[in-house]
């Protein structure tokens, strides 16, 4: 099979990896791809907003099953795009990318679904959020509507954080994605990322995650896109997975599909573990990054048939076989992330680490040359397997080490959740 691949984060170098390793593939491409995409397939300079563009180069290189990695060209529709074009494609339509693009569309189907989440209200103007707020008291959680790049959700610990992330959203901090609010309850617990493989009717479930969010170390300092994940997360018991799968996954699954917008591709559940179980904090509509990382250095099976089947329908027939043990990845970022941080600096010492233990995925990389030089926030996404946590943590600890950058840092308490329990 022919492949195109969209993307260029850890996420998608883990996705290639995985699917270069695939005895069905005969060409992959990365569009744009990154500096480890470049080591597992060809990457394309395609500039995936301009979804013309992508179908010219499909029907060029007779593409059989096009891959959707992040969410931007998925709520723009790039799948309804393909699929008119006659293409299978491994993502959601537009109208089902609302599971990610809307917080207030998640919300209606919770209501309408009974899926348990977190209390919420609606609003469009700053007075009567403030006098809501003021009602509710802290703490309280803002969000504005639409993708904001991660940025979008404040969980204010006092009145005056709230008032502020209020005022951000309707004076325009994120466009028009903050046009509309969603404020909500503050829920308390664990959180876990519970990955859901569908082709509109079938569910298939992944080991469950836990990503690390805050910048520091014992999640202190700002959200960032994650720091670091492992899995399986034992956070997430057979019990709680099997409920989590009958209360969020199926009810979302079978509401999509009774409202006529069938969702396929992956749906990513963001869940707090309350006393209460588990409750739905947001739907993503792609893998996450970097989850993604740790669950392809587990997935063993060949991972085109599960993604062509929920493409094309069929899940049923696919079981996948998962490496026993534990794969935990630690991200190094470039020094000020999530803040403002330079690029262009090398990085020395990566060459050569990957094992059977440890693959280093490459997210904001580039090659220069012979060089490896550092271009986004999330540079390298050092991932190490192990019978136990523990075991994985060290592996990718030691391959940490192992790297010269000094421009980059990152957390090292990655996993420390599982490894105090
Ligand atoms: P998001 O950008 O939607 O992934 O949210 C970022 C983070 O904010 C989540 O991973 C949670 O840690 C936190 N968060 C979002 N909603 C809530 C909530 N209702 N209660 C507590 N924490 C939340
Ligand atoms: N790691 C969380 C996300 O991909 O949204």
């Not at 836990?210 to 018991?237: C, E, I, L, S």
């Not at 630690?330 to 010492?349: C, L």
Request: charged share 20%.
């Amino acid at each position: 099979m022919r492949v195109l691949l969209i993307g260029s984060g850890g996420r998608e170098h883990a996705l290639a990896w995985a699917l270069s390793r695939s005895k069905r593939l005969s060409k992959l491409f990365v569009a744009p791809g990154n500096g480890g995409t470049a080591l597992v397939a060809e990457n394309v300079a395609l500039d995936i907003e301009d979804h013309t563009a992508v179908v010219a180069f499909c029907q060029r290189e007779n593409i059989d099953l096009v891959v959707v990695g992040p969410e931007v060209p998925l709520v723009a529709g790039i799948a309804d795009d393909l699929r008119a074009a006659g293409f299978a494609v491994f993502g959601p339509s537009k109208a089902a990318a609302q599971l990610e693009g809307s917080k207030a569309f998640t919300k209606s189907l919770c209501d309408e679904a009974g899926i348990p989440t977190a209390a919420y209200a609606r609003f469009t103007a700053l007075e009567p959020a403030l006098a809501y707020v003021r009602e509710q008291g802290a703490p309280i959680v803002i969000k504005a509507d639409g993708l904001a790049a991660g940025k979008g959700v404040t969980v204010a610990a006092t009145i005056p954080e709230a008032e502020a992330a209020l005022e951000d959203c309707f004076s325009g901090a994120f466009g028009l994605a903050g046009a509309e609010v969603v404020i909500e309850e503050c829920l308390v617990g664990e959180e876990a990322s519970l990955f859901a493989v569908s082709d509109g009717e079938h569910i298939l479930l992944l080991p469950a995650a836990q990503d690390h969010k805050r910048v520091g170390d014992k999640d202190t300092g700002p959200n960032t896109g994650g720091m670091g994940a492992y899995a399986p997360a034992p956070v997430m018991t057979p019990e709680l997975i099997a409920r989590s799968r009958r209360e969020i996954i199926e009810p979302a699954i079978k509401g999509m599909a009774a409202r006529g917008t069938p969702f396929s591709g992956v749906l990513f559940a963001g869940l707090m573990i309350t006393e209460a179980g588990p409750k739905l904090i947001e739907f993503n509509t792609r893998f996450g990054d970097p989850e993604c990382q740790v669950l392809m250095m587990l997935y063993e099976s060949d991972l085109l048939d599960m993604l062509e089947a929920a493409a094309k329908g069929g899940l049923s027939a696919v079981e996948p076989r998962w490496r026993e043990g534990v794969a935990l990845t630690v991200v190094m970022a470039a020094r000020g992330y999530p803040g403002a941080y330079e690029k262009g600096s090398e990085i020395k010492g990566v060459a050569g680490l990957d094992t059977d233990k440890v693959q280093v995925f490459h997210a904001g990389t580039e090659q220069d040359g012979g060089t490896l030089r550092a271009n986004g926030g999330r540079v390298l996404n050092v991932t190490g397997y192990g019978a136990e946590v523990a075991e994985a943590q060290s592996h990718a600890y030691a391959a940490v080490d192992k790297i010269d950058w000094p421009e980059g840092f990152c957390r090292r308490d990655i996993g420390w959740r599982a490894v105090s329990r």
